[in-house]
């Protein structure tokens, strides 16, 4: 079944300098290390970007910075995935219009938050966008942050109707997983992502199109070679692989328990880009701590014992 | 200890049009009719407005249509605590000064949500804003919606240094709510609201300053009698009224498990304001479906046995 | 309307010898410490007993002692409330008909737990239970334990068909609690207790025949003066010696985070109880850890400032 | 590494007659069809048993019936690995015994449920059931039953103390059940079980030792042909019989809402038992309710297209 988009498909994260305003600088280097790292796309706008934290003059700023670095990559440019990220349905069409305008290629919709809804709402919320938009949507479901697990028999009828081109799966239920992969194998140009960065090798082997993992912005290469490895069949190279990068996620713990969730592996990602060099800082969005030099030590070490350093 | 604000101060609804679009008359209308039942101020842009569902633009439409009514009242006015509701801080800051230009007498911020926090992080977010804007802040404890409680201590001391004014509650934690109310007694002039319609005479009781209740806009009077007869000290009074508040919140309850719990409480306050010949439609915001004529049937009757048609 | 408990019920403490085994003559002195203090009943083998904790052979042990200390009290002697605490039905029945042997003029049963279950099978549950033994029941409504909140339309109903005859609510929410006792109202000998110390005044306010305050192991005098004062309508007396008691309950946060929330808030009402001389040993069950001197010196300062030393 | 337990290791279900008693000789029938199916062990007094229904003495009767069946199977008998669910540590230690007393070669044991614990008290717990017994224990880790999730580095260093010989993990967590296996790498004889059976190819990918799937008492030659081709390397053979009983695994979604989620999952289990002349009732333990003609109708096509009838 030909699919429009597969493959590894990084969230790019979103380099602040010290004063705690967007780098742009550091946020074309990272965009030229992940195309040089083999992705397939760009996750523009996701959780891993922190999005959340960002004003709406910031998010203008950090997807017309990356689709300029990706469009100066000529024919190497890969398709820009961006986040419309957004409480409710209206709000998520002004939102997607926007970054459409701004060269979105396909647009990334979450079930709403903040409201307490249910199925039937959330159904009508990704069919009134739909209606708005005439680009390709993934819906993402990620109910760590919503607090609403998308169900599977919901986005199959909303890919079979056409309203959804895709899921990012990061609801951490492998067993939903599975059956979604299943139950869309034949909904023609329907592609599932798993968004966890260390069970990439067995999503695959289910039957996954690909992976947006917050980690690919260190080892974007680690990434492409385990889906390599996978789509030519040797799965023993792709767990190895795979067993490799999830050694390489430890760096998300070093904090172990100082700053948040969302601080700590956020924080951790831009520490180990920083430590490479591609990014200049390491801050964190307001209100969210940087990582300090005992933890950035911590990374340091994992990032050499991986060949990183 | 003088308190700045107390009493009844309910969070207006958002009366639309058939069409979807604001019905400003029926606002004004709104606005007038809690201004008459005696209520001691105004909660804009609550979770009652539909907040989370409303564009920017209509954002502002309503605060500067519900300020223009107020101020039509001459000496009635009341103040204006107006919701600054987006998913973090600086995106807060930003919402706030466009309230506080809008009008708003004291801002009202919740904990983050979609972002993924910790207590830290929140008390950095609530000093960021205070840091920023020079109207009283209310904290608003809402985890059903932010899925992050705000910790007693926290807020005492948020309290203590003058970050924030007061605290409304929504948590449905009656034991922290009165160990709040107990921990900042000898705060001056930090008022503490509960939300829940039902039990606001033994919050009363337990020594909190006043009610911010969504069925306030139906009946704002009945919720000013038992607001009166608690400072009177007459409490059989004011726990008979709360009864009776308590028989009339039973509307909520009438789409039973037809609609999610947003669109069946706010769906029941506008259709019950309709039936009252106070709004014109009890339309919805998208992607929320409105009460039915049967669901309308049903309100009309406890309506009624309540004296209020 | 008439009812056969009400007032303050206490669920009594398990003392152990440093050793952990049962220490029947300091629960012995528990028991005329509870009736000395005006209580009304007492719940035995009720989560402050550490009821999970215990063996079956223990479980009997603790009946048996309480119930003879109850009884050598002559007229003063008071109904025994017991849990018959299983996972599911079956085993529920059987330790319904063991208590009752050994005394229990009332059963408290609770949903199930471990087991998945819902509403219908909840109530097939208490129905059973009902047919197999001829006492009262209460049902427990504690969600923080059972994961499972008895919805109030399943206990008026199996309230109105006389298969429980009152609920012990600990869930928690005081919206749903004020819904039931309304709903309830007109039910001949239909009791509800709230188990939060810290609302009791509230909670009678609205209606409740009474409580079952772990910290009324402490305090069972305070519990019984503020309930004469609600009985008598002299609510600004109740509420101030709820304040008080909220006060002395603040024992349950001196392990700060240490121990489990099991063990701090047992621990505590243990330690007052040591340092009292009402019990030889502050012991916990296994696998929970005592509180240490640190807390103890704590809680002494708290048990002076409120008189009780 | 070798390990002492690997393979297929279905937890055996619990057939009753139409009056709700054990069935001994559906048991025995059902013990016969799982090592005709070449399973490499039984896991006893399991969830899909119904063990927290069950009491005492329905307990031993289910323990020794399948001794007995399996040490008639001669050579051919496996290891029986016996559930000793009981709330709390002194509890699980007199359950243990007895199920050791009758056969069992291994135990395995929750975190504490009802209780209210930490990661302390559950070390704690599981030290003193190992101090207690002499015979080998896997941690079962189910959050959606105990509430607690069993913390990966305390499972890491209960393997390195010799105190558990494994884990059981229907955590539904892939991410912590990759990084527990990971971790405990290194470890002899530390042998790690996915209870998920629609993702057995993945979790055997990332290094499992093997699978303890409730549907394996329906097909337990799929699950062998399944890990056979995963040791074989064979991991497109592993995925396509995957996703053949990922397709079998449809028949517990049957009864799509009209029970519990636990009778709903064993209930399909049972019938198609029934279905397929292994056992004579699909009778589901006190309250739940058996599966109906509709839902049997609709697992029998599943059966049959499966192979299966």
Redesign the interface.
Known sequence: MSTQFQGVIPPVVTPRHADGSIDTASLTNVTKHLLDGGVAGLFVLGSSAEV?????AERELVVSTIAEANASAGADAVPLIVGA?E?????VI?EAKKVIDLGADAIVVTS???????A???E??FR?VRAAVDKPIFAYDVP????FKLPTDLLVRLGRDGVIAGVKDSS????SF??LV?AAKDIPNFDIFTG????V???L???AQGVVPGLGNVDPRGYRNLFDAAQA?D??K??SE??RL??LFEIVYTPNGR?????AGLGAFKTALQLMGIIESNTM?????SLNETETTAIKVILERNGLL
Chains 1, 2, 3, 4 share one sequence.
């Open positions: 959340p934290y960002m004003t709406n990220n409480q409710t349905t209206n709000r002004e709403m938050y903040y409201a307490i809804g249910n039937s709402e959330t009508t919320h009134a760590v942050r919503t607090h951490g239920d492998d067993v599975r059956q299943l966890h960065e260390v069970v090798d067995g999503a082997l289910g039957g069949g799965w023993a792709a767990a795979q067993d999830a050694d700053v948040s969730g969302g601080a969005s307001v209100p969210m701590p």
